[in-house]
């Protein structure tokens, strides 16, 4: 076997590896805090500071369940 194709198993190892410990993190760990709002529920303005609006990503809750 030449080294790009060891490479190449290598490398589709580490993917299926990962892949499968993902899984397994979102099935042990079901919910999560919102990725917009951190679980604030607020969104806040990047550009005007004293800016804010409730969270549509996640309806202004505060746990979310995790995709996968």
Do not use: D, Y
């Amino acid at each position: 076997m030449s080294e790009a194709a060891q490479g190449g198993v290598i490398f589709a190892a580490i993917v299926i590896i990962a892949i499968i410990a993902l899984a397994w993190s979102a099935g042990r760990h079901p919910m999560s805090s919102c990725r917009s709002c951190k679980g604030t529920g607020i969104r806040r303005s990047w550009l005007l500071p004293g800016r804010w609006r409730n969270c549509t990503s996640c309806s202004a809750g505060v746990i979310n369940r995790r995709p996968l």
